[in-house]
């Protein structure tokens, strides 16, 4: 078989690309295959993006009872920026962090593939931005040492905990309220 | 620009300093992405939002700045000019190629690279040599919590980090270490060990190279998994990995000399004589030369030399230095024909000076 781009030399890659359930074969020599990628992708040919975007478009409809799932994701834009699902499913990439809230529903087994079965953070929280984040989680955590406490029946250091979380619990309320 | 002074500015001050397991791991590298909540990600800024971004914080650093730190916007940069900052690992290609508001902040020793509308808002990087994650951890951090001080990064309790691509959210950390690999190489035994080290969350790269073809034996291991885990832990799990394929490139190392000693003898100084005599050279044997001498430094069998001449020779020979060099544009033969001078006359200036000096050096 030819190349079909130069028709001259032997086709020696073949791809085929199924698009909306059409299927395209496409036959090249080495070289056009090799100019042809240059020209769609730019000099880094295959790139992260490209990967993940591969990941979202083959993603099916989760639930059957749902058959309208995909359609209804597809049509979701974020507000902010006006990116919509079917776009973000192309670039892989989103457009603005409002965007995390938008697509919120799809983002967990995306990331969770993308990160070995992780979606949650657990790493730096800035300290202007997060500081209510942080005091909830000092009261996570002193909550789990006062119930150690209690468990190893050492009320008194149980109650010293109690009184400190009343007032870290009391700050965060005004803080809410504010 | 004489060749000395040529060589003395291609590679960054910190370059130049020493660092713990330096014979092997030859940087060490950190960079956080971030992003200002109210503006979209600049794949998607509109003109003034890129702007905007741009502006607010070249007011904060012409306001306060721990460290001196030089603004380059990449709009009055020449197009050379961008790409030797590419080669010296200072901005991304990205940057360099489409960004009307791109600009990098960068500190004087050439350590800390702040870039601006790359494919997030800010990305932090810090650089040093040898294998100092911790500390270039804390550097990363420092300059963090600087800009966090100003701006409101878009942050959310769940996700961490909110970038524009998800293989950075989280942490947005990327943590990286580029390692000089030969002997392992040469023994076949790290195809055996890439495997391993996916497993483990991490990637290994070959490094200036198209793709994943390891040129020079340089390897880049990072981290691919930024969120679930702390930004500790990434660079903990990472450095200990670090240290096991220091280990295993010495034990090789050892084993080649003792088994193998006059044919890899044979090798180095091969290369050795090829850097220095050859008219033409392309990039993929000169960085294999380079490769061979630097091992031969390191095993102590090649004297005279010092040790930073792969670091300094494989970003010299890049294009873009080439040409900077040589004041014009040039043609792949050109440039094979100019890196062959470059490296010829680099190590004879190197031996000029070393014996200067007083001898070799380690």
Known sequence: ?178 | MSLQRFISEAISPWMKQSGPDDDIVLSSRIRLARNIEKYTFPILTYQNEGEEVLNQIRQQVDNSHPNKLELLLMKDLEQIEKQVLVEKHLISPHLASDSSFGAVLLSEDESVSIMINEEDHIRIQCLSSGLRLQEVLENANRFDDWLEEKNDFAFDEKRGYLTSCPTNVGTGMRASVMMHLPALVLTQQLNHIIPAINQLGLVVRGIYGEGSEALGNLFQISNQITLGKSETDIVEDLKSVVLQLIERERLARQMLLQNSKIQLEDRLYRSYGVLKNCRIIDSKEAAKCLSDVRLGIDLSLIGGVSRTILNELMILTQPGFLQQYAGELLGPDQRDIRRAAIIRETLKLKEISDEERGGSQK
């Open chain 1, 1 to 178: 078989m030819k190349c079909q781009d130069c028709k001259a030399q032997p086709a020696t890659l073949h791809f085929t690309k199924i698009i909306n359930g059409e299927k395209m074969e496409t036959h090249l020599c080495e070289n056009c295959a090799k100019n042809k990628s240059d020209a769609l992708y730019g000099q880094n040919n295959f790139s992260i993006h490209q990967l993940l975007s591969g990941l979202l478009n083959f993603e099916h409809p989760i639930k059957q009872s749902q058959p309208n799932n995909f359609q209804v994701f597809h049509n979701l834009k974020c507000e902010k920026c006006g990116m919509t699902y079917e776009q973000f499913t192309k670039i892989g990439r989103f457009g603005c962090a409002h965007c995390y809230k938008t697509f919120d529903e799809k983002l967990d087994p995306l990331l969770k593939r993308v990160h070995s079965g992780n979606n949650t953070h657990s790493g730096k929280i800035p300290k202007r931005g997060g500081a209510k984040i942080h005091v909830r989680k000092r009261i996570q955590v002193l909550k789990n040492k006062m119930q150690n406490y209690i468990e190893q029946e050492e009320f008194e250091k149980a109650a010293e905990i109690r009184d400190e979380l009343r007032s870290l619990e009391n700050n965060y309320k005004n803080k809410k309220g504010e």
